[in-house]
């Protein structure tokens, strides 16, 4: 006999019944997607997930493990993470010679846990060597078409986006301009490149248009607040928008525009308002990059109590990398935009379980 739990459990006969068709096309997204990556010249590739370093981002949080010595000999226990992203590795690879690479990867971030958010969760990462961080912006137009047949759109919440189309390309300072009414490159006045602007007039701002603020907030507080609730629910419909050209010290491992270092070579993807890529001109200074990973470990400190270490060979790998830019596309997420599903479980095969 069936108990209830079980009937309502992601792998009774009626929830399996229900994803099904999401499911099926799931197949459909990730064979699209291999074969877009194939025609376009790319190796697949596949790096570990468990790494010296998860991944630097100060407000990631990251899975670890302890690695026992072979046989549990007498060898030292190694502390290790899982990946928040396979960037690291990657990297590694272009330093050693390769050009154009990719992989489906899944990825592991902790005390994560929402309708478009899973602990562990299926990322699509690709590097270019030797190409400009604008070739990406190409790549993701051609990969969203590809998923979807000609004539049908993405869907989320109610809203819809056709890839097929115009895309939408805008700056970040355009957008607080177009949709807050808010002139950003003030509000950075008087700071230092790559340092994060004093926070005081984008707060008078986000006061003027009825976004809250608190004490203590910093500047990325305050901007990413506003960029929720005023920003991102208008952004990638009716088609995709591609968002660019962030503030430096917003992207750590991005390389300054040459035509002007306090903006990065960064851009996002977004769809149906919500984010799907994240991509940058890359960083190919190893030292410019150890200090960025300082200071946000300095910040995680402060913030979170804790640090992750610094993958010393990574660097080594960033000084000999060749100039590249590379980009990390939410594989269930992309799933969820093509299937129109509200919710990340309706698009897995299995959710990580965090009900019992």
């Given at each position: 006999m069936t108990s209830k739990a079980g009937r309502d459990r992601w792998w009774s006969r009626d929830a399996m019944a229900a994803r099904m068709p999401n499911l099926r096309r799931r197949a459909h997204v990730r064979n699209a997607t291999r074969r877009f990556f194939d025609n376009a010249g790319?190796?697949?590739?596949e790096t570990p997930a468990?790494?010296?370093?998860p991944g630097l981002e100060p407000h990631l949080a990251a899975f670890e493990t302890i690695m026992l010595p072979p046989g549990r000999g007498g060898g030292p226990s190694l502390k290790r993470y899982l990946h928040t992203s396979p960037e690291f590795a990657m990297k590694k690879l272009l330093a050693g010679g390769m050009e154009k690479i990719w992989q489906l990867t899944p990825v592991f971030r902790n005390a994560e846990g929402a309708s478009t958010h899973q602990p562990e969760f299926k990322m699509i990462e690709w590097y270019r060597a030797g190409e400009d961080y604008r070739v990406l912006m190409q790549d993701c137009v051609d990969l969203l078409r590809a998923c979807v047949?000609?004539?049908?759109?993405?869907r989320f919440r109610g809203k819809q986006s056709v890839p097929h189309g115009d895309w939408q390309v805008v700056t970040v300072d355009d957008?607080?301009?177009l949709y807050c009414g808010i002139d950003l490159p003030k509000t950075r006045e008087g700071a230092a490149t790559g340092s994060m602007p004093e926070p005081g007039g984008l707060a008078q701002d986000a006061v003027r248009i009825g976004v809250r603020t608190a004490e203590g907030d910093t500047w990325d507080?305050?901007?990413f607040r506003i960029f929720a609730e005023k920003i991102e629910p208008a952004l990638g419909h009716p088609a995709p928008t591609i968002l660019t050209d962030y503030p430096?010290?917003?992207a750590a491992l991005s390389r300054p525009k040459p035509e002007d270092p306090s903006l990065a070579e960064r851009f996002e993807v977004y769809v149906c308002g919500l984010e799907l890529a994240n991509a940058f001109g890359e960083l190919t200074d190893a030292a410019e990059q150890r200090r960025r990973f300082e200071a946000d470990m300095d910040l995680k400190q402060e913030l979170y109590g804790e640090r992750y270490p610094i993958d010393d060979?990574?660097?080594d790998a960033v000084a000999q990398m060749p100039p590249a830019s590379g980009i990390a596309l939410g594989f269930d997420r992309l799933v969820m935009l093509a299937c129109g599903a509200d919710d990340i479980?309706?698009?897995l095969w299995a959710p990580v379980d965090q009900d019992s």
């Open positions: 790319f190796t697949e590739v468990l790494q010296v370093s047949p000609e004539g049908e759109s993405y957008a607080f301009d507080d305050i901007f430096v010290h917003m060979d990574f660097l479980k309706d698009v």
